[in-house]
């Protein structure tokens, strides 16, 4: 089945060539099911490049699905064009009259900045806080998830003393087999790319969660409450193949003090490419969220949710 987007969004013409099957709206309204409702939460600076890396993701289900896209009206973005938030976007106060089955919200580059000096941060937990009552299970990644445990479980952050930059491996650390990750390896893999973390022993002080998965390199990488409706992922799973080379080479440009990412080019050696690991891993993961997480667990009348 197919994602529904927008008509004319840049993603759909991308996710088409890679044979992705793309619903646009005006198709979409014709159809006689219930879809699912996902609200993407874009946090990041180049929004056209997230938005078609988690579309790509959702897209990988049996089950049709209907995107919102919004950002954040408390700040003024700068690396996307006002006329692609104006033609695609809305704002928080142009849905919070609406429900949703799933929620993401993505990483931001501002993990360094205590949460309460980001501009936006009052907008973000009040958008936090509505999720409560307005969505099913709620999708955190990178510092969407620190700043989730934060806000919900008082978690904090910890600075790193280099950056955590690379492609981990890691395994299920519950001692159940659990949903989210049905069907993955005993090892799997995933980027990260961050300077601070959530560590296990402060999460273990937290009864309303568990740890789902870790590595011991990055260490944790998947957290959920007792009911996953709240998710939160300390990594990348979404990233694109050239990703990570992209981001290595945009810090040495700016002279910044950073290693290669590990475990990622071929022989670790950034003059070869990228050897993906980790692609089928972020399809599977995406699709378990939706179908465990989401389609199977939220009310068909999506008016009963509640907190």
């Not at 033609?87 to 089955?101: A, I, N, S």
């Not at 491996?169 to 961050?194: C, E, M, Q, T």
């Not at 694109?240 to 981001?247: A, I, N």
Request: hydrophobic fraction near 35%; glycine fraction near 4%.
């Amino acid at each position: 089945m197919p994602i529904k987007i927008p008509n004319n969004l840049p993603a759909a013409g991308i996710l088409e060539q890679e044979n992705v099957f793309v619903m646009h709206e005006d198709r979409a309204y014709r159809q006689d099911i219930r879809p699912l409702r996902i609200l993407l939460l874009n946090l990041m600076p180049n929004k056209i490049v997230t938005e078609t890396q988690l579309l790509r993701l959702l897209s990988n289900t049996p089950l049709q699905v209907d995107v919102d896209l919004i950002y954040t009206a408390t700040y003024n973005p700068r690396n996307t064009s006002t006329e692609h938030l104006t033609k695609f976007y809305e704002t928080f106060d142009q849905v919070r009259e609406r429900r949703y089955d799933g929620m993401i919200i993505t990483g931001a580059p501002v993990e360094q900045m205590p949460f309460e000096s980001v501009a936006y941060w009052p907008e973000l937990t009040e958008i936090m806080a509505w999720s409560r009552s307005h969505v099913y299970s709620t999708l955190h990644i990178c510092w969407g998830a620190q700043a989730g445990l934060y806000y919900h479980y008082g978690v904090p952050k910890h600075d790193l003393s280099e950056k955590m930059f690379g492609v981990f491996a890691h395994s299920n650390s519950w001692i159940r087999p659990v949903k989210l990750f049905r069907g993955f390896d005993d090892l799997f893999y995933v980027p990260h790319s961050r300077h601070t973390e959530v560590r296990r022993t402060d999460l273990e002080k937290v009864s309303e969660l568990r740890i789902l998965s870790e590595s011991d390199t990055s260490g944790v990488y998947a957290v959920s409450d007792m009911t996953g409706r709240q998710i939160f992922l300390t990594g990348h799973s979404e990233y694109d193949p050239l990703t990570l080379k992209y981001e290595y080479e945009r810090d040495l440009e700016r002279g910044l003090p950073i290693q290669p990412p590990v475990h990622y080019f071929e022989d670790d050696d950034p003059g070869k490419p990228p050897v993906v690991r980790w692609r089928s891993s972020a399809y599977l993961l995406f699709a378990n969220w939706l179908n465990y997480y989401v389609y199977q667990e939220t009310p068909f009348d999506l008016s009963s949710l509640s907190g």
